[in-house]
């Protein structure tokens, strides 16, 4: 199983970036997604995150109203829109793939820095 992120960079506050996460190895379907993130120094948080079917959508409080999470089942990809970004935003971004029994599968992260 794999799960390689993609989109980070540099943007100044107020921009957006859209983050990907391709999956392969496993079937992305029956999986809840996930974003996370770990600032320098601080301990790894999650983000948002979206169930395999149905369900409702999370988001921690520090995220809401301007992230959004989505999946394409058919493209084996979860994807996190990042609007109104503020340099407090500034982390490591990972997503996971989860199923109970399963197990949970990890990225290798993209780095995503807001400054002006």
Not at 4 to 20: D, I, K
Not at 49 to 73: C, H, L, M, Q
Not at 93 to 115: I, N
Request: proline share 3%; hydrophobic share 35%; charged share 15%.
């Amino acid at each position: 199983a794999q799960l390689v992120e993609s989109g980070g960079g540099l943007v100044q506050p107020g921009g957006s970036l859209r983050l990907s996460c391709v999956a392969s190895g496993f079937t992305f379907s029956w999986y809840a997604m996930s974003w996370h993130r770990q600032a320098p120094g601080k301990e790894r948080e999650l983000v948002a995150s979206i169930p395999s079917a149905g369900g409702s959508i999370d988001y921690s409080n520090s995220v809401k109203g301007r992230f959004t999470i989505s999946r394409d089942n058919a493209k084996n990809t979860v994807y996190l829109q990042m609007n109104s970004l503020k340099p407090e935003d500034t982390a490591v971004y990972y997503c996971s793939a989860k199923r109970v029994w399963f197990g949970e599968y990890w990225g290798q992260g993209t780095h995503v820095t807001v400054s002006s």
